[in-house]
């Protein structure tokens, strides 16, 4: 009796380990899950983040809530998403500045190389430079001429420092070797503005946002920064062809998760990525915002902690050299 006493409360001991333990992985994800996203709703990484989170949606058959967390160039959202809870509800969706901040920033709370599991890359977006529509050059030679006579009189946009249009601009005064002023801004929209408005008179940025405005003509394109000509806009020469040689600039965006995430969260959130990444409708709509789907290869935590090490070691001197810092 006492045996068979032991036995049956060895048994409900097992079942209530059994009640409280964790959902088994095969069960996830048994809530909606939240991918953040660094920047106001509406701007270029939102967008992205928005049609890639309804295709997640319908492989994981659970809802990918897109959570914005602006402000200071991203640190915000990264660093929300490193102190977050590891169990594969939150996700992080954030461009080249998660390589740029350990320069940009000198008290960085969070480090992007280490305290952050890995997703995968997702896609890259070209920039073009664009200026407000009564700028009196016609093309990229005759701005640099302008640039080089009117120096600092040239105002030169961004959505904020350490935004990836802060970026372009360091590189581009880098480049034409003109000590433009620059007048940043809260984000991508409130800079666009004022280039339709005249207030300012540069602006190099993503296609997600420009593309709609060169497309009505509704401001004057000078170039794409990226090797080759885009797809989209084939008869617009890249600034290096125009002269300005090696510059180059494709802003990436990738998928993190808090360190410590479940490796089986990871690998099945990092699958729907991948499904929604081939599906028709999403490659159609990155069609036409003019981003590029990036290889299987690169869409790996692998393939993502290659590229994060590569550019952070790329853009620290670059920006050490500016001597700009975003605190």
Not at 223 to 235: C, F, I, S
């Amino acid at each position: 009796m006492i045996k068979q006493f032991r036995h049956a409360a060895a048994l409900a001991s097992l079942a209530g380990l059994v009640a409280t333990a964790p959902v088994h992985a095969e069960t996830y994800p048994a809530k909606p899950i939240t991918l953040v996203v660094p920047f106001a709703a509406g701007g270029p990484t939102d967008v992205v983040a928005r049609v890639l989170g309804a295709a997640m949606t319908k492989t994981l058959n659970q809802t990918v809530l897109v959570e914005n967390r602006s402000g200071a160039g991203g640190t915000i959202a990264a660093s929300y998403t490193a102190r977050a809870a590891p169990d594969g509800y939150t996700f992080l969706i954030h461009h080249n500045g998660m390589a740029t901040a350990p320069a940009l920033y000198r008290k960085l709370p969070y480090n992007p190389l280490t305290d952050f599991e890995y997703v995968g890359q997702v896609i890259d977006v070209p920039m073009t430079l664009v200026g407000r529509k009564d700028l009196p050059a016609k093309d990229f030679p005759e701005l640099l001429t302008y640039l080089k006579a009117q120096g600092d009189k040239v105002n030169l946009a961004h959505a904020g420092l350490g935004a990836v249009s802060h970026l372009c601009g360091v590189l581009l005064r880098q480049a034409v070797g003109a000590n433009l002023t620059t007048v940043p801004y809260q984000g991508t929209g409130p800079a666009m503005t004022a280039i339709l408005g005249g207030q300012v008179d540069l602006l190099c940025d993503q296609t997600t946002s420009t593309t709609p405005y060169i497309k009505s003509n509704s401001v004057k394109l000078f170039g794409v920064t990226t090797a080759a000509r885009l797809k989209t806009l084939p008869d617009t020469p890249t600034l290096a062809e125009q002269g300005l040689k090696g510059f180059e600039m494709v802003v990436w965006h990738g998928m993190y998760a808090p360190k410590g995430t479940p490796k089986e969260a990871i690998t099945k959130f990092g699958d729907a990525l991948k499904a929604a990444l081939k599906d028709p409708t999403v490659a159609q709509r990155m069609h036409e915002l003019g981003a590029v789907i990036v290889p299987d290869a690169k869409q790996t935590p692998a393939g993502l902690q290659t590229w994060l090490a590569q550019e952070t070691a790329r853009y620290a001197p670059i920006i050490k050299a500016a001597g700009q810092f975003a605190d």
